[in-house]
Nanobody
Framework: VQVVESGGGLVQPGGSLRLSCVASGFAIGSYVMNWFRQAPGQEREWVASVTSTTKKRTYADSVRGRFTISRDDPQNTAYLEMNNLKPEDTAVYYC????????WGQGTQVTVYS
């Protein structure tokens, strides 16, 4: 049972990345899917969530309007589309599946450099 993030990398300010979170060993259909991030020397912070039934999306103020969270339940995958990236978005991004149990991935590094 695990969730695995991918899609991180190096990008210049203004650029875009799409992160993926693939779950295995359980079905994400009844789970709230979340993205968090942790910058060096800082606490982990919540970025975005999408609920399981209504697919309601919520965002941290710092990313609203630039990031889009989505989910594909048949593919057991969640996504985070990140546009207009800024240096302050640099962090390790983590996927969290929260429901009957709580699963975290190992993270994927996003670095925005100029």
């Amino acid at each position: 049972v695990q969730v695995v993030e991918s899609g991180g990398g190096l990008v210049q300010p203004g650029g875009s990345l799409r992160l993926s979170c693939v779950a295995s060993g359980f079905a994400i259909g009844s789970y709230v899917m979340n993205w968090f991030r942790q910058a060096p020397g800082q606490e982990r912070e919540w970025v975005a969530s999408v609920t399981s039934t209504t697919k309601k999306r919520t965002y941290a103020d710092s990313v609203r309007g630039r990031f889009t969270i989505s989910r594909d339940d048949p593919q057991n995958t969640a996504y985070l589309e990140m546009n207009n990236l800024k240096p302050e978005d640099t962090a390790v991004y983590y996927c969290r599946a929260r429901g009957m149990k709580d699963y975290w991935g190992q993270g994927t590094q996003v670095t925005v450099y100029s």
